[in-house]
């Protein structure tokens, strides 16, 4: 793959200098045979989404803990005697659903945000409610495979492969 260089040499309010676009590539199989859908996705909105979700992220639980002296943290800690610690508990059912939850809404308005086109109803109005577009989604039949992937190609966009950085950064 070639890459383009571009020399940046003054930023103009109102281009869209770091708009990134392409598409995902997302396999479907009808009737034995492999079909490569090719669906248009933009970068423009996300990172902003990504930080107001990371804003509301579940946090875990915080447990007290007795730590002994020759365990393994009570050696890395250099404690010389039992003490009690608080400690995130990231093994909480509770809190493990709810950032299952986060990920899945997140994931969800990364896809949304991310498709280069409208969805919309078969009369051509706009569906404009995130989720009716997201029933509209599922009602066609993507895939938890198929979302991820677009998730996926969609998070790209802007973030340099390790391939890519070796192949054009030497």
């Known amino acids: 793959m070639s890459i383009k260089k571009e020399r940046i040499t003054k930023l103009v309010r109102g281009q869209n200098v770091f708009k990134s676009t392409g598409l995902s590539e997302i396999k ?28 509301k992220a ?7 803990k ?8 009570g050696k890395e800690l250099k404690i010389t005697k039992k003490n009690a610690i608080k400690i995130f508990d990231y093994t909480n059912e509770a809190y493990l659903k709810e950032k299952e939850q986060h990920d899945s809404q997140l994931g969800l308005a990364i896809a949304l945000q991310g498709l280069d086109f409208e969805i ?24 938890g495979e198929q979302f991820s992937q677009l998730v996926s190609d969609i998070t790209n966009l802007t973030k340099w492969s390790i391939e890519e950085r070796t192949n054009f950064l030497g």
């Open 28 to 55: 479907v199989t009808r009737n034995g045979e492999i079909v490569c859908l090719e669906i248009p996705i933009r970068s423009t909105g996300v990172s902003e989404l990504i930080d107001a979700f990371r804003g």
């Open 120 to 143: 919309t109803n078969e009369d051509g109005s706009v569906i404009t409610e995130q989720d009716e577009k997201i029933k509209v989604m599922k009602e066609m039949g993507m895939s």
């Open 58 to 64: 579940p946090k875990p639980p915080i447990i007290n």
């Open 66 to 73: 007795l730590i002994e002296p020759d365990s393994e943290l």
